[in-house]
């Protein structure tokens, strides 16, 4: 009987299999030079943060290393992430997967499956609330993975924002389809090899979905990589509103140096998002 319950509870509470960690140091692969982001008074790279946690994201620890696919920074307060850092390599060659959507456990230790609300991270029945017109948004969206795998990862709330329907379906699902296409382009490591690190994020904005998980104002995205063919670090940055699409429109590229500005504007100062190579790194406008 208690197996059985343990197996129903497992069934309707998809938990994702990644770690809660004090620092980003067993996932700062997932970072470009191995730097986490300055983020002054949201990202303690040494220490924890009793609101911003750091998550070593993956999927299933059975499979092969640490097994872990990405890393987010995710905000307890707003309930949604700050960021998510991956790597592209390549495109991989998948449908997208269909899995239930995962929950953090080690977020809410105390909580046992819905006996109490998860305080701490948002849930599915959050983005059931429709008058926003929102939905699920991923920030290391499932078509920039390499594998299936990594793909599956990506399912979980950890990794989501409510964002307006028409704009994930339409100009960021662009944006995404653009940034691959330029990575692949533009983008090889010393042994010719696809490679860049993304971080993607979001700003908070004023309304909150189902009282609870804050519908952000903006997202942003940035690539950085090394072409070892031009020998030169390149980049590319992108933001947008997070709102309801007009017809076509088209969300222009902009450089690291114009996104972290932005950021520092309308979020945080002194935003450094690959910080070490920042003043080598050429926008893509420019090669
Ligand atoms: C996890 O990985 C193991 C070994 O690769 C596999 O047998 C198992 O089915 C995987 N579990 C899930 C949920 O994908
Ligand atoms: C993005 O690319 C996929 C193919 O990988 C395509 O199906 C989709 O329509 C593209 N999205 C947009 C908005 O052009
Ligand atoms: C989001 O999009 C829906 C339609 O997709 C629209 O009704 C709603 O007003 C939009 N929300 C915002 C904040 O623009």
């Excluded at 950085?224 to 390149?234: D, E, I, T």
């Excluded at 590319?236 to 509103?241: K, P, S």
Aim: proline share 5%; hydrophobic share 35%; net charge positive.
């Amino acid at each position: 009987m208690r197996l059985f319950i343990a197996v129903l509870l497992a069934l309707s509470c998809p938990f994702s299999r990644s770690e809660v960690l004090q620092t980003f140091n067993t996932c700062s692969e997932f970072f470009s030079e191995r730097q986490v982001p300055v983020i002054p008074g949201i990202l303690n790279p040494n220490s924890e943060h009793a609101r911003y946690k750091k998550i070593c994201q993956r999927y299933n620890f059975t499979s092969v290393g640490s097994g872990y696919t990405y890393a987010t920074l995710y905000d307890t307060e707003s309930r949604i992430p700050v960021f998510s850092a991956y790597r592209y390599t390549a495109r991989g060659d998948f449908i997208r997967p269909r899995i239930p959507w995962m929950i953090e456990p080690q977020l809410d230790p105390r909580v046992v499956c819905m006996t109490v609300p998860y305080r701490n991270q948002a849930t599915e029945e959050d983005y059931f609330e429709n008058r926003y017109g929102v939905n699920c948004g991923h920030l290391f969206p499932n078509c920039h993975a390499a594998d299936e795998f990594t793909a599956k990862s990506t399912f979980t709330l950890t990794n989501i924002v409510p964002q307006n329907i028409s704009f994930n379906a339409g100009s960021w699902n662009r944006i995404e389809n653009e940034t691959r296409d330029s990575m692949s382009t533009h983008c090889y490591d010393n042994n010719n090899k696809v490679l860049a690190h993304v971080l993607t994020g979001a700003i908070p904005g004023k309304n909150k979905l189902n009282n609870r998980v804050n519908i952000p104002s903006y997202m942003w995205t940035a690539f950085c990589c090394y072409n070892s063919r031009k020998r030169l670090w390149v980049s590319q940055a992108y933001w947008a509103l997070n709102k309801q699409e007009k017809d076509n429109e088209a969300i222009s590229k902009k450089s690291l140096q114009e996104l972290q500005q932005f950021l520092s504007q309308n979020w945080v100062k002194n935003v450094k998002l690959f910080s070490s190579n920042t003043v080598l790194v050429k926008s893509l406008e420019t090669l």
